[in-house]
């Protein structure tokens, strides 16, 4: 059967999209990042059977491991379409593997400037299909019970991994880029940020709800780095996708920005027009409310680290947590991926806790 992008079930659950746009809720929404992942047996099940991107590439699967968590824990109030940012270097023409235990490896990062020319922009977004089929159809499949997410790495974040060839703790051929080459590094950020753009309207065109930017990798960036190297980027991501989904009459969506390190700078982030900001754990939700003011939505942020203590601790530090966030423009969330060692009833544990607390 061939399903279409349009006509889907009706949406039983908006607490996610209320939550985001500074509607009232009757509870605070909860979700989890890299909720369909490897700490639930199912999923293991899947990768044993399958390759990561394969689970990518073919919408079953991928729509399969993003309703897995959504059967075993009825307290979420919203899915993410299972895929990884990773997807557009490779629509780029990047090779990327995932290795078990390793991470994604490049086996040819970009090793020079002049390797930005080689990159294949045209058609990048039509090799991403995929993606869309997949939101599609989980879109029909989901039957209305949560709003589904679509999401996308940032422009910097996906930079580092080209040039890294895979994670990097300390990103030194990243930062020896941003030293030598500071205008090849912004031409290959204005090449990242148009394909994007483009990429996050097809996945709203398929059926995603709301979209999620990861600049997973602002950890690195000082202040002032993440001023020009980041900010201006994501803005032109957030203008870009509302005057397209304008020009092509689709419903607008609110996004969210999810800047990993970057506590420092959450003023900035208050002013790129996301409608919602997410943070990881070592901020403050009381500072943090303070410094993007009540127009914004925050979402966030318990280390996934607690979630290894017992279900009992786990209650009581979540319920702190939502008291000091509050119920208005508040998503409930870990300050990161939750890991694959987590015990299953954490999740319970958690997302209870969060509809129970206010
Ligand atoms: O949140 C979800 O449930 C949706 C799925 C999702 C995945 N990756 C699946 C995944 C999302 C939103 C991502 C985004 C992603 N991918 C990010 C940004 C978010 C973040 O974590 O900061 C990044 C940096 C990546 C790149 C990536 N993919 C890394 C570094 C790794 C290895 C991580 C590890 O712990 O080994 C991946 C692999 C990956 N992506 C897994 C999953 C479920 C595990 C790999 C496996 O199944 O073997």
């Not at 002049?114 to 879109?139: K, P, W």
């Not at 060839?165 to 290959?188: A, C, I, N, Q, R």
Request: proline share 6%; glycine share 8%.
């Amino acid at each position: 059967m061939v399903y279409s992008n349009k006509d889907f079930p009706a949406l039983k659950n908006d607490r996610l999209l209320r939550a985001a746009t500074g509607k009232e809720v009757d509870k605070v929404p909860v979700w989890v990042m890299r909720q369909a992942g490897r700490y639930l047996p199912e999923f293991q099940a899947v990768r044993a059977q399958h390759d990561f991107f394969t689970v990518c590439r073919t919408p079953e699967l991928a729509c399969e491991v993003t309703l897995q968590p959504l059967r075993r824990y009825e307290h979420l109030d919203a899915s993410i379409i299972f895929s990884d940012i990773l997807v557009i270097p490779q629509a780029l023409g990047m090779t990327v593997e995932m290795h078990p235990g390793v991470g994604p490896v490049f086996p040819t990062p970009l090793q020079s400037p002049s390797e930005i020319d080689q990159l294949q922009e045209d058609g990048a977004v039509s090799r991403l299909t995929y993606v869309g089929d997949a939101i599609t159809l989980t879109r029909h499949k989901i039957e209305g019970k949560v709003p589904l997410i679509g999401f996308t790495g940032a422009p910097f974040t996906l930079m580092g991994y080209m040039i890294e060839g895979g994670g990097s703790k300390t990103m030194s051929k990243t930062k020896e880029w941003l030293e030598k080459y500071p205008k090849d590094v912004h031409k290959l950020l204005s090449l990242l940020t148009r394909v994007i753009i483009d990429y996050l309207v097809m996945q709203v065109e398929s059926g995603a709800q709301l979209l999620q930017v990861f600049e997973s990798s602002a950890d690195h960036l000082t202040k002032e780095q993440f001023a020009e190297i980041s900010a201006p980027y994501l803005k032109d991501i957030r203008t870009g996708v509302q005057q397209k989904l304008e020009q092509k009459k689709l419903e607008q969506v609110p996004m969210t920005v999810f800047a990993k390190g970057g506590g420092h700078s959450l003023d900035v982030q208050a002013t790129l027009g996301y409608e919602t900001i997410g943070l990881d754990w070592t901020v403050d939700p009381v500072e943090a409310r303070k410094i993007v003011g009540d127009n914004i939505t925050l979402q966030g942020n318990l280390d996934p680290q607690d979630l290894y203590k017992t279900p009992e601790e786990i209650k009581k530090m979540t319920i702190d947590m939502v008291q000091k966030f509050g119920k208005h423009r508040y998503i409930a969330n870990l300050g990161h991926g939750i890991t694959p060692q987590t015990p299953l009833e954490s999740m319970t544990a958690f997302t209870e806790a969060v509809h129970e607390a206010l």
